[in-house]
């Protein structure tokens, strides 16, 4: 059994001559797959091979994968962002005139503001990022194999809750059946009472119709159809999270299924108990499909 999650973490650096470097990725949950990447200036010719080599690893789950570079100094200095400063330095303006006792903004402050000052990588050639281009792929698949892992070791863990919140689904339906094995008696019962107290009161009533009124509702009380669905969604759950692969949208699907027939279990109850034991099953199969929302 495989199970992986969809939440993970990852990170794996490197350096060259000319640079440093470092990637990192995080994973959330996701109906699909969905991969933002943040690459740095210059290297947009890297997104194709990087979006493919997480198509091949993952199915499914929101990825923020940044890849961080810093040139050595003789790649580059640090240089002003001119169009960046003339947004700060207008807006600054903007507001001395709204306001007269806006402070004069620093220097250093204005200098500290992000996007303002910026790595000068003019003197960076073509050449010199190809050449890095081995290396960086070299660390996206590290880095890949450490997601892969974090998320098939939380998927581990999922997977034992999950079990542990099945087996509590089945034992709760096996009480249910013993308690619903004797409804059918506890219905006649009190349909009997009632329609003893409905002749002896109440002159002229059709028996035969009373008794076929009871009979209708003794078979709408009926829950054994539901009790044996659930069953089955049982062991097809208990099938998927033994395979492996991607698993989440189909254990989705059969959540739907457990609370639609743990839904009608107590609406057709005519026992207090039996209602009890449907209402905690369906508390039980919603903590289930919240846990079954973090597989991949």
Request: net charge negative.
């Amino acid at each position: 059994m495989k199970i992986s999650s969809m939440t993970g973490f990852a990170r794996s650096d490197g350096s060259s001559p000319d640079c440093v470097w470092g990637w990192e990725v995080k994973s959330v949950n996701g109906k699909g797959l969905d991969v933002r990447l943040r690459l740095p200036r210059g290297f947009d010719f890297l997104e194709a091979k990087v979006r493919e080599a997480f198509t091949k690893r993952f199915t499914r789950g929101n990825l923020q994968v940044n890849l961080d570079l810093t040139w050595n100094e003789q790649g580059g200095g640090i240089a002003v962002n001119d169009q960046a400063l003339s947004s700060v330095l207008d807006a600054i303006s903007d507001l001395q005139h709204r306001d007269a006792n806006f402070a004069p903004a620093s220097p250093d402050g204005v200098l500290a503001l992000r996007g303002v000052l910026e790595t000068a990588d003019s003197e960076v050639s073509d050449e010199q990022r190809q050449a890095l281009a081995d290396d960086l792929l070299a660390g996206l698949d590290r880095v890949l194999d450490q997601l892969e892992q974090a998320r098939d070791a939380e998927g581990a863990r999922l997977g034992t809750v999950l079990l542990g919140q099945l087996e509590t689904i089945e034992r709760l339906s096996v009480e249910a059946a013993q308690l619903a094995a004797t409804q059918p008696d506890s219905i006649r019962a009190k349909l009997k009472e009632q329609i003893e107290t409905l002749m002896a009161d109440v002159k002229g009533l059709d028996e035969t119709r009373l008794h076929q009124e009871a009979a209708l509702l003794m078979t709408k009380a009926d829950v054994r159809e539901e009790l044996d669905r659930l069953k089955a969604h049982g062991a097809a759950a208990r099938d998927l999270l033994a395979d492996d692969g991607a698993i989440g949208r189909r254990l989705d699907f059969l959540c739907q299924e457990f609370n639609r027939e743990a839904n009608t279990l107590c609406s057709k109850s005519a026992d207090v108990e039996l209602t009890r034991i449907g209402l905690e099953m369906k508390a039980v199969i919603e903590q289930f499909r919240e846990q079954v929302q973090n597989i991949e």
